[in-house]
């Protein structure tokens, strides 16, 4: 899945070991700004040796004007799902284009011997969680799409990254272009500070136990924990199947690090049974529709019978 909010998006890589056979996978398409993005990864490495490798992707970049460009500062982040362990992130500020950089990352994101070791707490029920930051901060070239891009009004320079895709410290912080508010302990946007702050305000020990100090770390949580609620907030028609199976496995990852969400579960469960009806209905209404379909039909053919059968014979018919 990919749980989109904000310039910020959740894959979680589900059933890992399974593809391992796999030579590159890729994550659910989100929009941000004007294009869609998505996550490549490459389970056995790409151009290295015992390493998983993560990029940062243009979808259908084929289709784009000539000189589309965009100037983005980014940052991937492979997460724990133990809070007193360290995610391993990697951030880049690049142009991409459609010419020849559509596609950024870090062929050696995390040595494969680290990324399996239990102790390192990565992978845990054989998921693996990618958190993908992207901020568009130039603009070049016009996509004719519903959803503009908030551009920044202020020129940069290009900068080249390393190996890795990272840049010094001092370029990306030159580079952001969003104020993050702090609520409660967490940095989170300020398209998110009301909603977090009604959370905290409804459920102020929801943290309580929550013992990473790392800010990424507790931001991407903490991400999570909106990303879910959004998901409960579609409407029953929207929400599908998978949506619901997400959502669990969202849910046993927020408790699993010590946020108390009781409350949310019982909503989950609450949307679940409604989900349940509303599926239980439709087939119901579908049975109906079937049955006066066939009504209607035989409604038809009795009708034709009696007009049939009302014909008053014609004098040709009397006298044979």
């Not at 398209?191 to 800010?215: G, L, T, W």
Request: glycine share 2%; with cysteine.
């Amino acid at each position: 899945m990919a749980k989109h909010v904000g310039k910020k998006f959740t894959w979680v890589i589900k059933n890992f070991s399974s593809l391992q056979s796999e030579k590159r996978i890729y994550s659910a398409p989100v929009l941000i700004g004007d294009c869609k993005w998505r996550l490549c990864a490459y389970p056995k490495g790409y151009q290295v040796v015992d390493y998983f490798s993560l990029f940062l992707q243009i979808v259908d970049y084929e289709s784009l004007p000539s000189r589309w460009s965009r100037n983005v500062k980014y940052r991937l982040t492979i997460l724990p799902q133990d809070p007193k362990k360290w995610p391993v992130e990697r951030e880049g500020y690049s142009w991409f284009d459609k010419v020849s950089d559509w596609n950024w990352g870090s062929s050696s994101m995390i040595p494969l011997t680290k990324l399996h070791d239990k102790d390192e707490g990565f992978l845990v029920n054989d998921e693996l969680i990618i958190v993908a930051e992207v901020d568009v901060l130039e603009v070049i070239g016009t996509l004719d799409v519903s959803v503009k891009s908030k551009e920044s009004s202020r020129p940069l320079k290009k900068i080249k990254l390393n190996e890795d895709c990272a840049e010094s410290n001092e370029s990306l912080k030159e580079a952001s272009s969003v104020k993050e508010s702090m609520v409660n302990g967490f940095q989170v946007l300020p398209s998110q500070e009301e909603s977090v702050r009604r959370i905290f305000e409804r459920h102020p020990d929801i943290v309580v136990d929550f013992r990473a100090k790392n800010q990424q770390l507790r931001t991407t949580w903490m991400n999570f924990l909106l990303s879910l609620i959004e998901t409960l907030c579609k409407s029953i028609q929207e929400l599908s199947n998978d949506d619901l199976v997400d959502a669990d496995i969202a849910l046993t990852h927020l408790k699993a690090v010590n946020f108390k969400v009781d409350w949310l579960e019982k909503k989950l469960d609450q949307v679940k049974e409604k989900k349940k009806k509303e599926l239980s209905v439709v087939a119901q209404l579908q049975e109906t529709e079937e049955n006066i379909l066939k009504l209607k039909q035989k409604f038809s053919e009795l009708d034709a019978e009696l007009s049939a059968t009302r014909t008053a014979l014609s004098f040709d018919d009397v006298v044979l």
